[in-house]
């Protein structure tokens, strides 16, 4: 990979990564920021990660994003870890502090909570919220939900164990509490998905009463065209149904934050995004 040096780089790395649109959107943050980087993505054999980090930042690198499957192995790399990645159990954003310590975070739940009350114009605060899936998205997400104030949140998942465990793990942050899919009790203000499942045209058994026409509902995951999850949503006659896609964006802004100590605007991106994501249909 030829670079020029002199330019602070940036990547994010990956298996498999060829879908990434994070070199776009840095880019466009770069430029709406009067920032000069370099933003890149590497597909990192699964044996290598630990051995590319450690030359990327040894070379001069200033940060880098982690997507599947390295977010838990970022982590245990880091000799520094944010509030949100010791949460988690993982780093989506890496850097070097001026003490030479590689340090770790994790913006997604960051940029979850940013799309859903800023570009959704979305309250979480006193809200009773279901959350769907106990793997690592959502456990990536439920500290700064929580953080929220949210009056309740409940995990529910199909291997109900996963579920009690994660809830153990965040009783100190808040009310949240796991339960059996077919015991769940509505209705909730919000249902966010955090299974990859409707991407693939499944949908967990959620029983009916889940929603009223006041309730709103947030699938992690986005697509071309509405999520299998956001269909049921709105065909239980939820008030919205909203998809991933700011999330990205925003989680993205906020790694770029850490790195560059600027926020940069999300609005033109997010637009400029679904607008390519629509001409798939």
């Known amino acids: 990979m030829a ?14 990564i060829h879908q990434s649109k994070s070199p776009n959107i840095h880019s466009a943050f770069a430029e709406a920021t009067g920032q000069h980087i370099n933003y890149q993505a590497q597909l990192v054999a699964e044996d290598a990660f630990e051995a590319t980090v450690k030359a990327f930042f040894e070379s ?15 982590f245990a790399m880091a000799q520094i870890l944010s509030p949100a990645a010791q949460k988690a159990e993982a780093a989506n954003t ?20 940013r799309d859903i009350c800023h570009n959704l114009g979305g309250e979480l605060k006193a809200q009773r919220i279901l959350v769907l899936g106990a793997g ?114 925003e989680q993205a802004a906020q790694s770029f934050n850490l790195w560059r100590s600027v926020l940069p605007p999300t609005a033109e991106i997010l637009l400029a995004l679904r607008s390519e994501l629509r001409k798939q249909i």
């Open 3 to 16: 670079v020029d040096t002199a330019i602070d780089q940036y990547r994010v790395l990956g298996n498999p």
């Open 136 to 249: 690592g998205a959502v456990r990536g997400v439920l500290q700064p939900i929580l953080a929220q104030r949210p009056a309740q949140v409940v995990i529910a998942n199909r291997t109900h164990s996963k579920a009690l465990d994660l809830a153990a793990s965040f009783t100190d942050l808040g009310l949240i509490e796991a339960v059996p899919m077919a015991q769940l009790q509505g209705p909730f203000d919000w249902i966010i998905n955090g299974t990859s499942a409707s991407l693939a045209g499944d949908l967990p058994p959620l029983p009916a009463g889940l929603l009223t026409n006041t309730s709103r509902c947030y699938d992690m995951m986005y697509s071309a065209q509405t999520t299998v999850f956001n269909a049921w949503a709105l065909g239980q006659g939820a008030a919205a149904a909203d998809d991933g896609l700011g999330m990205l964006v």
């Open 60 to 74: 001069g690198g200033k940060g880098l994003n982690v997507t599947v499957p390295f977010k838990q192995r970022a």
């Open 94 to 113: 890496l850097y070097v502090n001026p003490q030479g310590q590689l340090v770790a975070d994790n913006t997604d739940g960051m940029g979850l909570v």
